[in-house]
């Protein structure tokens, strides 16, 4: 029986989160602390009170969702053991990449928060956007984004399931494929709220800037293989490593190859660690029949005592 850890990437952030781990768990309260010295600012608080706000800026998003998947790891990792693999959602690859031993907590919440700042400033305000298309009828995407284009850019963002594909580009363009694919049979197209157009061409000067910061840091090789979101495929090396959040900025998530990938690995036994439960909701679609834990609060503990040990 072998095991996989899944960490969330951004849109799983709610004021509150990783408070109840913190009031319960010494060394989840540690996590915050370090989390805190490390950015030279109260992270912890805005994760657990807000407002907001400010926990919705990009910048704070992206180490505050870090924070709370690596402080639930490491009391997770007391109650089931280590995992076989790991993965992560976009920014939940570098939290992958901590509980992996590739990075370290501190060195990942300092880019990460640069990252965040990347994002944010490589398209003003307005330009772009993302939408998620849902049940969009197979074979249909490809004549839809180059329907859409006319002479801007739109592409897929993420593969999240087999019933959600979510586009980014610029506004315009991501509109004009929302439309195209509701008349192409697609049961929605829904605009995300998001301040930017994350993993599309648009994002090219974020991943300029974040190669700086990639390569001032030391990855190690990894103690536990990672499914990356740029190839969905194994890696071990430092070197790969840090290849894959170079590479994963202007491209698409292939979190369904991912998945697929471990369970073709004969993983049977899945936690989606941190805040929320989309990753658990995504793998029962792209995996049928599949059971993925949420752990995220002190609550959730209960639901180990069922779970069969590797």
């Known amino acids: 029986m072998k095991t996989a850890f899944l960490f969330p990437g951004q849109g799983s952030q709610f004021t509150g989160m990783g408070k109840?781990?913190?009031?319960?768990?010494?060394?989840?309260?540690?996590c915050f602390e370090q989390a805190d010295d490390a950015l030279g600012f109260s992270l912890s608080k805005l994760c657990f009170e807000?407002?907001?706000e400010a926990l919705k800026l990009t910048e704070n998003t992206q180490p505050a969702l870090l924070a709370v998947s690596v402080a639930a790891w490491h009391v997770l990792r007391v109650e089931t053991g280590e995992p076989d693999y790991v993965a992560g959602h976009s920014l939940g690859e570098y939290s992958a990449l901590v509980a992996a031993g590739s990075l370290s907590f501190a060195d990942a919440l300092r880019i990460v928060r640069k990252r965040g700042q990347f994002m944010q400033e490589a398209v003003p305000a307005g330009v772009g956007a993302m939408a998620a298309l849902l049940k969009l009828p197979a074979g249909a995407l490809d004549g839809i984004l180059a329907e859409a284009a006319q002479g801007e850019l739109v592409s897929a963002a993420n593969f999240n399931s087999p019933d959600q594909i979510v586009i980014a580009g610029n506004k315009g363009a991501v509109e004009r494929a929302m439309e195209l694919a509701k008349a192409a049979g697609a049961k929605r197209a829904i605009a995300l709220p998001v301040s930017a157009p994350f993993h599309c061409a648009l994002m090219a000067p974020a991943q300029q800037r974040l190669r700086a910061e990639l390569d001032a840091v030391e990855f190690r090789d990894l103690q536990v293989p990672l499914i990356n979101n740029f190839q969905a495929t194994e890696i071990r090396s430092g070197r790969e490593a840090r290849e894959g959040l170079y590479q994963q900025v202007p491209n698409p998530v292939r979190w369904v190859a991912s998945m697929e990938r471990l369970a073709s690995?004969?993983?049977?036994?899945?936690?989606?660690?941190?805040?929320?439960?989309?990753?658990?909701g995504l793998l029962r679609s792209i995996v049928p029949g599949t059971k993925c834990v949420s752990f995220g609060e002190a609550k959730d503990i209960e639901k180990l005592a069922a779970e069969p040990e590797a």
């Open 50 to 52: 807000g407002p907001d």
């Open 20 to 30: 109840s781990l913190a009031e319960n768990f010494e060394v989840a309260r540690e």
């Open 265 to 280: 690995c004969d993983v049977t036994r899945w936690f989606e660690v941190g805040a929320g439960a989309v990753l658990a």
